[in-house]
């Protein structure tokens, strides 16, 4: 599906936790010989939230049975949504005028997983299935959520976290994440390898034991984490830590949740430098990922993800490795346009990573080499503990802590 495409490797958000955020009740039911779920979400808008109207976009092929809104008038309509170039169908609720009660709307749809996010053992309810429904422009707002699980007995459920309570066949859940971030992989067994020191860090593989691959992931991740704990990380860093391998074979995709999910599982080799890159960039985005995916603050997600793991590799002590990967990336963003402004819309698909990802990146290693790894270190972790999601706000840390001549500089990068 081409969405999935464009979603391929990126997790974001664009709200700010300092606020109320909706909340979200889950509640999937999943016959994994079929792969057929039943799903009832209920939305509701924080306390004090009186918008007359509430959209909800959910995937076209989802058959909807019922709304549930005393009074409100619901509609359902297929819109064209372009981040996913495709229709989607779209919920409408109005709200009587001058009710002050809390907004909240339930929806009830069932579907199929979509085969290629299921093997014989899996089932993946994950952020690239786009099994939830999301406000239209939102789908990584910050939620907080109760997830339920039901699956026949024989069946486990596991998520970005450990379940609240599990019962056979049951399996609750309870935290904050983006939207349509709200993840459950459903297999008969699941096997982990587990840190025994430091940060709770566990790798979890759905359906069979770990090869020898994917247990070389669990010392890598570790030392990852405390790289970015030192520097990245600093002002808000990594307690708890789970990398889900699911073996659905088509992506790795970080989440707010302190979690990364890597399908391609039997091929990942940690051993490999483009591997090590990718679970260094998965594992940032539990800080990337408040810049909109809709405009040119996604540049805060992923040229700051693809930094981040160069970063990485540089601090440990493959300069080589680094060098290579800068060459790899600048070469393709000559003639590029600049990321101040940038509208994917107007170019073709390819132009999106050698502005969004590469470009940011070559921006990144130009503000190092002006104000010093100490320094950059600062602007990141001040940029990571403050969720900046907009290029003014980022300018802003930098002004801060570099002064007014780098942040002017800076701007005139982003600029050009
Ligand atoms: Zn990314």
Not at 230 to 250: A, E, M, N, W, Y
Not at 395 to 416: C, D, F, K, N
Request: charged share 20%.
């Amino acid at each position: 599906m081409k969405f999935l495409v464009v979603l391929l490797g990126l997790v974001l958000g664009s709200s700010f936790a300092g606020y109320a955020v909706p909340r979200v009740q889950v509640q999937l039911s999943v016959e994994p010989a079929t792969r057929a779920f039943t799903c009832q979400y209920t939305f509701v808008l924080p306390a004090g939230d009186t918008s007359s109207v509430l959209r909800l976009n959910l995937r076209k092929d989802f058959r909807v049975q019922r709304g549930q809104l005393g009074g409100a008038a619901v509609q359902v309509r297929h819109v064209y949504y372009p981040y996913f170039t495709d229709t989607v169908q779209q919920v409408v609720v109005r709200y009587p005028a001058g009710r002050p009660r809390a907004r909240s709307f339930t929806l009830v749809y069932e579907g199929i997983l979509q085969k290629e996010r299921t093997t014989a053992q899996v089932l993946e309810f994950s952020g690239h299935t786009i099994w939830l429904p999301f406000r239209p422009l939102e789908e990584y707002e910050l939620v907080d959520y109760t997830l339920d699980v039901r699956v026949p007995p024989g069946y486990q459920v596991r998520s970005t976290r450990p379940p609240l309570g599990a019962k056979p066949g049951r399996f609750r859940f309870e935290g904050q994440a983006s939207a349509i971030e709200l993840t459950a992989i459903i297999a008969p067994q699941f096997y982990q390898a587990v840190a025994n020191r430091g940060p709770a860090i566990a790798v979890v593989k759905a359906g069979a034991p770990l090869g020898f691959k994917e247990a070389a992931i669990l010392p890598k991740a570790q030392d990852i984490i405390a790289f970015y704990n030192r520097t990245i990380g600093r002002q808000d860093s990594i307690t708890r830590f789970t990398v889900l391998l699911t073996g659905t074979k088509q992506d790795a995709f970080g989440l707010l949740d302190n979690a990364t999910v890597i399908t391609y599982t039997t091929d990942f080799d940690i051993a490999q430098r483009e591997d090590l890159l990718i679970l260094a960039h998965e594992i940032s985005h539990k800080w990337w990922g408040y810049g909109s995916v809709h405009d040119e603050s996604e540049w805060l997600n992923e040229a700051f993800a693809t930094y981040s793991s160069m970063l990485y590799l540089q601090a440990r002590g493959d300069t080589a490795g680094y060098r290579q990967n800068y060459e790899k990336l600048a070469k393709t963003t000559v003639n590029t346009p600049a990321i101040t402004g940038f509208d994917r819309t107007k170019y073709e698909s390819g132009m999106f990573r050698r502005v969004v990802y590469n470009k940011g990146m070559v921006v990144l290693a130009a503000l190092h080499a002006r104000v010093g790894t100490e320094q950059l270190y600062t602007i990141l972790a001040r940029t990571a503990a403050q969720r900046v999601g907009t290029t003014t706000a980022f300018l802003g840390v930098v002004g801060q802590v570099a002064g007014p001549e780098t942040r002017a500089w800076l701007l005139a990068r982003l600029s050009e």
